[in-house]
């Protein structure tokens, strides 16, 4: 792996150089995700306490589904983490858990107040708004052999229950 990064314009450069062997390393990123990097739930919950979001989301089955791995093995297991967690750091630090870069994209570029606080800004640098499909790539996805069989999969019906409160839906219709 990389060495530890020294000064932020050497990370700079060389997550430059790096980050397109990575994509090819890992065909089940996206390019969106793979393009910006990961930051974390802790992050997004400076902003995203008070709205409700944050912690109406900590109290779903997302924010302890890394619990569901029990040994060594599944917690390293990149075909687990795929579903269980949300994915790595800059630092290499593993995001467990169903996080909100999971359903929202890697936030390294968009977090900023300036930037969230333009929707059009905040996509273009790779938020995204969540759709059945953002779902489905876990919940009607491929599960290993001995796995529960997963439940059917109704958006509209898991959406109101499983992901968190909506405080601001009225104000970002459209
Ligand atoms: C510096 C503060 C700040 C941080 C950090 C932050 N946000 Fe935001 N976010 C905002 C503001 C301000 C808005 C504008 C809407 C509002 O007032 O809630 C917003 C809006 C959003 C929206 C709604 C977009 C829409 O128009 O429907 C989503 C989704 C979101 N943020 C996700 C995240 C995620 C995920 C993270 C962490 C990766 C994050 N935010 C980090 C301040 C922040
Ligand atoms: C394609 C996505 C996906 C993969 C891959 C996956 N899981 Fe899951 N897993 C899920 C979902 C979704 C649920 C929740 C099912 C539900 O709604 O009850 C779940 C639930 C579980 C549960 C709780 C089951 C129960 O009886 O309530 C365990 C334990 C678990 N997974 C372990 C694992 C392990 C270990 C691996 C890797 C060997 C793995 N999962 C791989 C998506 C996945
Ligand atoms: C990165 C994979 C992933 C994504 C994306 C994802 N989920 Fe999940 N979801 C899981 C896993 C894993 C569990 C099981 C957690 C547990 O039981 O501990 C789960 C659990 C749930 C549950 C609780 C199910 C139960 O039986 O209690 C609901 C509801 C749910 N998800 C809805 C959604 C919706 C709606 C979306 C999209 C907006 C979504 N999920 C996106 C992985 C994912
Ligand atoms: C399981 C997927 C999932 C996870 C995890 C998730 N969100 Fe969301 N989020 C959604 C969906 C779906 C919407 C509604 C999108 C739409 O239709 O406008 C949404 C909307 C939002 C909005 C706009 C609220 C509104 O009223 O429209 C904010 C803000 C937000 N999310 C922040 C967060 C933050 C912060 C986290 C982590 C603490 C998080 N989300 C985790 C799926 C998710």
Redesign the pocket.
């Known amino acids: 792996m990389v060495k530890k990064w020294i000064f932020p314009v050497v990370a700079l450069l060389a997550l430059a150089f790096v980050s397109p062997l990575l994509v090819a390393e890992d065909e089940a990123k996206t390019d969106e995700a793979a393009a910006h990097e990961f930051i974390g ?1 802790k992050k ?2 400076f ?2 306490k008070k ?1 409700g ?2 912690p109406s ?2 109290k ?1 089955a ?1 924010a302890t589904a890394f619990d569901n791995l029990k040994t060594d093995a599944e917690k390293s297991n990149e075909v687990c983490l795929s579903c269980h967690a949300t994915g790595m750091t800059a630092k290499d630090e593993l995001l467990e858990g ?7 994209g890697a936030g390294g570029d968009y977090w900023k107040k300036s930037v969230m606080e333009d929707r059009e800004l905040a996509i273009k640098n790779g938020l995204i ?3 059945a499909e ?2 489905q790539k876990c919940h009607t996805g491929e599960v290993p052999e001995g796995h529960k069989e997963l439940p059917a999969f109704d958006y509209e019906k898991m ?1 109101a229950t ?12 459209g």
């Open positions: 739930v997004c919950s902003c995203h709205d979001t944050f989301w900590e779903t997302h169903v996080q909100c870069e999971a359903c929202h708004i969540p759709t953002t779902c959406k499983g992901v968190h409160d909506m405080p601001v839906a009225e104000k970002t219709e």
